[in-house]
């Protein structure tokens, strides 16, 4: 009775809001992953390439895995710069407003770069792999070794 008596004070509203709460939690509940990176008084110090390759030297699961995940940016520049030059070329051909050649040129840029991704989500079949814990991983791994040097 008392359950009832206190859905019942809620109202529907009230009811309403905590079910959309909950919807909505569960929905984002992939962010959780980053807390542990996102939820620092202090920001993790850059890392370079060299710290990167021996991420990949040492993890013999993930290191592959990010590795393909650092290539596959480069099929994306390649089908950005392709994409870019293909359209801005055909309207500066055929409009020559310098606008229009801006505009289009980017929109090109944005198309190439998505379908190059998508091609290297294909040819390195990266859709086997999940790229958010390898990211992850990653992200650990250096906060362990920059943090550990900094303790002893």
Known sequence: MAEGSDSSSMGFLGRHYKEVKEHW???????????????????????TDADVEEFIASDPFYGPQLNAIRESRKYAIFGALLGAAHLGGVSLRYSKSPHGFVLATGFGALCGGVLGLEVAEHWKQLYKIDKQAANLRFLYWWEDKTLGNQRN
């Open 25 to 47: 939690k569960s929905n984002f509940a992939f962010l959780d992953y980053y807390k542990k990176t996102f939820g620092r008084t202090e920001p993790l110090p850059k890392w």
